[in-house]
């Protein structure tokens, strides 16, 4: 898997809970492997999987992620179950549990893929602290200057006045 491939594995993690999640079904695919086989092998290593690492959805949250994400039914309907979520250190722990050459390469770009999305969203957090600063600075040059303004606009009124009536001195022709 090539680092072209970290994208689409971003449009598959989810926010669940407050944390980012992967459902078992887009991991089984991933991993060219069917999602019975994954799942039977985190069953029998279930100790490696506390519930900060996996939890199962409840119908609510299943139902909610479906219709919010718009997923194909095809791909995650006629479920008997509702669906396991793998958080980022669940997904590592199964690269233990299921050993394949593609499991390792798929992990490694899944991991790729969980720092990139750290990244934007702590580079957002600095851009959001530039645009409120940028906003400060504006609202400060237009206070400073607002009065320069006005001072301007005042002067021009007093322009377009009727000029005062000034006696005339002298001779008049």
Not at 1 to 10: L, N, T
Not at 35 to 42: D, F, G, H, I, P
């Amino acid at each position: 898997m090539e680092e072209k491939e970290v994208a689409p594995i971003q449009d598959m993690i989810y926010e669940i809970r407050d944390q980012k999640v992967m459902l078992d079904s887009d991991l089984a695919r991933l991993y060219g492997t069917e999602l019975r086989s994954l799942n039977q092998a985190v069953k029998r290593n279930v100790k490696r999987f506390p519930s900060d690492f996996m939890f199962q959805l409840t119908e609510h949250e299943w139902v909610n992620l479906r219709s919010h994400f718009v997923i194909s039914s095809l791909i995650h309907g006629g479920r008997r179950y509702m669906p396991y979520v793998f958080t980022e250190q669940g997904i590592a722990m199964l690269s233990s549990v299921i050993n394949s050459e593609r499991a390792i390469e798929v992990n490694i770009n899944i991991m790729r893929a969980f720092v990139r999305l750290r990244h934007l969203v702590y580079s957002q957090v600095d851009t959001n602290e530039q645009i409120a600063e940028l906003r400060k600075l504006l609202l400060l040059y237009i206070e400073k200057n607002d009065k320069r303004v006005n001072d301007i606009i005042i002067a021009l009124n007093n322009l377009i006045e009727k000029p005062k009536e000034t006696r005339i001195l002298g001779f008049h022709a």
